[in-house]
């Protein structure tokens, strides 16, 4: 399912139509991804949790030379389902 096909199935579900689902769902990805970039974690009872997980700087290899490049540290954003969420799938 891509970002228009759940945009359709929330105006499906709910009184409102799809541009003002496109605009909620929106508003979410805004405020998820303002909380991560401020360091705090967004989470859901029953879905799941959104956080940052801080990944060390480190020394790889380039495949093709071998020579040794420095990766550095950065910030991931991860999701842990919830328990509800889990247990729906399964």
Do not use: H, W, Y
Not at 38 to 48: C, L, T, Y
């Amino acid at each position: 399912m891509n970002k228009n096909e759940l945009i359709s199935a929330l105006a499906g579900a709910t009184n409102l139509n799809q541009t003002q689902c496109s605009e909620v769902l929106q508003s979410f990805i805004d405020t998820v991804t303002n909380e991560l970039k401020s360091g705090s974690e967004v989470k859901i009872i029953g879905f799941g949790t959104f956080k940052i997980s801080k990944r060390k700087a480190t020394t790889g290899r380039n495949p093709q030379t071998g020579a040794e490049i420095q990766i550095p540290a950065s910030n991931q954003p991860k999701f842990s389902a919830g328990k509800a969420l889990k247990a729906a799938v399964n």
